[in-house]
């Protein structure tokens, strides 16, 4: 299968639906993974990459739940179509930086992909919309149970599966969760809630994962220790996390809804209006801009079925989403943000403007505002 | 502003370094600095900056000079890369692992999943020890029927796995246990 078939539709973790979607967008489970006896990919002779990359494709492509995939070398893809892949979190950014010995396998859903001698040998992860770590854990489980029939894992007696990096020896397990948190953004609550996540043994993190800023007022919480608990352990613990801070979020939309609705719909109303008439948006412009629409349709303030058509536009403005489907050479920055202006303008003039009567707790002017 | 690894002395040296494409600063004192070998750009630890401060100097907790004898791979090539090499160095390298995992994790014991050829095995030596150590207790508080049931389930997980030769070997006791029990049966307060 053709990696244009794939991305010619969104992925089912964008399109999708599950528990909380509003405000969690995405939930991911990657395990690592290293063939026994064999040195790590950053550490191995390139026709020792090559041998692991042979024998891990093939068994991954045996696989039931990969009968409809895409496989390819990271050699043969072009630059454009990585990024592409990193754009929907399908590989990482270091796995884009790989070429030969390198490979990438994905399900047509895109909900399953395999990184081959990325840090490790294989990295595999499970992802899907709104709040299901159960859910993508067991995909990704059962792919790994399905894998070690055939491939013989490096596994410790004490500290279970080895991984190059030390900090994701034992279950070589990530979870996280791709959270949208305006409300807490703009009461100013958010970098509370990131040190008291960081304190108990999790990580928040930006869009696109370590050292990333945060934009589109997106974050990523996942776990830190891969050592000492189980799977279901560390999961349980983010679910926990990840409940309470979704309620703080509802909390603080609640309490913006009530006491500056003005500032909340003048921040909505602005963030269409640029949108809707500007010539040249960055894509950070874009994500925090967007961000504002997305809440937006959550208050009720735009129809609910252009839901998917604001969700699509955090990925569709991303750089290389924005040239893939042009035949011509890599864009300037210029170029692409006039670009992303036109993508967008076209899109929301198919949206009403903001009805401002349907807010939930009553009209703007009744309620007195906390900046007067 | 204080030195980033001692916290004590003034901080004179300030390094800044693009790792991975992210900006990462450091701040240290004189003499942490001299230790460190930033002085030495090339040689600065790599692995402080990726695994947190202080794992280069756990790592040399190994004798200096050790060698994975898998894959050839050194402490100062962690230092650099703070990657591993193979999954025999983390036996190789184990003393200053240990340290570095500690500050890590929770936990140096993994608790989660096991691949399913394992898990067999995995589960029979846990089950032999526990067993065993019930035996030992067993014997020790002359509950002499209950030594024989465990004598008997050590023999029968033993013959599984090595075959009728292994139990003579294993077999530490003597085998007229279940004669001696019979009486013992009659006194023995329930615990």
Not at chain 1, 45 to 54: M, N, P, Q, T
Request: hydrophobic residues 40%; charged residues 25%.
């Amino acid at each position: 299968m053709k990696l244009s078939r794939i991305i010619a539709n969104t992925g089912e973790w964008l399109s999708g639906s599950g528990p909380h979607d509003q405000i969690v967008v995405s939930s991911r489970v990657r395990l690592a993974r290293n063939l026994k006896g064999k040195p790590f990919p950053g550490w191995a002779k390139k026709s020792e990459r090559v041998a692991v990359l042979d024998e891990i494709r093939g068994a991954v492509e045996q696989l039931p739940e990969m009968e409809e995939s895409f496989s390819e070398k990271l050699e043969d893809l072009s630059p454009l179509e990585k990024q592409v892949l990193v754009e929907r979190h399908l590989i990482s950014r270091e796995h884009a930086a790989k070429s030969a010995g390198s490979a990438v396998v994905m399900n047509t859903a895109q909900t399953l992909s395999f990184m081959i001698n990325e840090e490790d040998h294989l990295r595999m992860q499970a992802i899907r919309a709104g709040l299901q770590l159960d859910e993508v854990f067991s995909m990704i489980n059962q792919a790994d149970s399905e894998l070690e029939e055939s491939l013989d894992f490096a596994f410790h007696n004490d500290l279970g599966y080895l991984t190059a990096c030390p900090t994701n020896v034992g279950t070589g397990m990530r979870a996280s969760a791709m959270l949208h948190l305006p409300g807490l953004v703009m009461s100013e609550q958010v970098n509370k809630i990131i040190n008291s996540v960081n304190k108990i043994g999790l990580a928040v993190r930006g869009l696109h994962g370590e050292g990333t800023e945060a934009m589109g007022n997106l974050f990523q919480v996942s776990n830190q220790t891969t050592l000492g608990e189980a799977e279901e352990e560390i999961i349980g613990r983010l679910n926990k996390v990840i409940s309470q801070i979704l309620e703080h979020e509802q909390n603080a939309r609640q309490i913006l809804l009530q006491r500056r609705a003005e500032t909340l719909l003048d921040q909505i109303g602005r963030a269409y209006g640029i949108l809707c008439h500007a010539h040249s948006v960055t894509s950070k412009e874009a994500l925090n801009l967007l961000s504002f629409i997305k809440m937006g349709v959550d208050l009720g303030l735009f129809p609910a079925k252009n839901r998917l058509q604001v969700d699509e536009l955090f990925i569709e403005t991303q750089p290389a989403h924005l040239q893939k489907g042009l035949q011509t050479t890599k864009l300037g920055a210029e170029e692409r943000d006039s670009l992303r202006a036109a993508l967008i303008r076209a899109k929301l003039k198919q949206m009403p403007e903001p009805e401002i009567g349907k807010i939930p707790t009553g009209s703007a002017t009744t309620l007195p505002s906390e900046e007067s | 502003m204080f030195c980033d690894v001692c916290k004590i002395k003034e901080a004179t040296v300030f390094l800044t370094q693009i790792v991975e494409g992210k900006m990462q600063k450091v701040n240290l004192c004189e003499s942490c600095s001299k230790e460190k070998g930033v002085n030495d750009p090339t040689g600065f630890a790599l692995a402080d900056l990726l695994l947190g401060l202080g794992a280069a100097q756990e790592i040399e907790k190994n004798p200096a000079g050790v060698r994975c004898p898998v894959c050839g791979f050194s402490q100062v090539d962690f230092k650099k890369t703070g990657r591993l090499g193979c999954s025999a160095c983390y036996d190789a390298f184990a003393e200053g692992l240990t340290g570095m995992l500690k500050n890590m994790h929770r936990g140096l014991v993994h608790a989660g999943k096991v691949p399913a050829k394992l898990a067999v095995e995995r589960r029979r030596t846990q089950e032999l020890i526990r067993l065993e150590e019930g035996l030992a207790r067993a014997i020790a508080d002359e509950h002499f029927e209950e030594a024989a049931g465990l004598r008997d389930k050590i023999r029968h997980l033993t013959i599984q796995e090595n075959g009728p030769d292994e139990v003579n070997r294993i077999a530490a006791f003597p085998d007229n246990l279940e004669v001696s029990a019979t009486p013992a049966t009659k006194t023995r307060k329930k615990s």
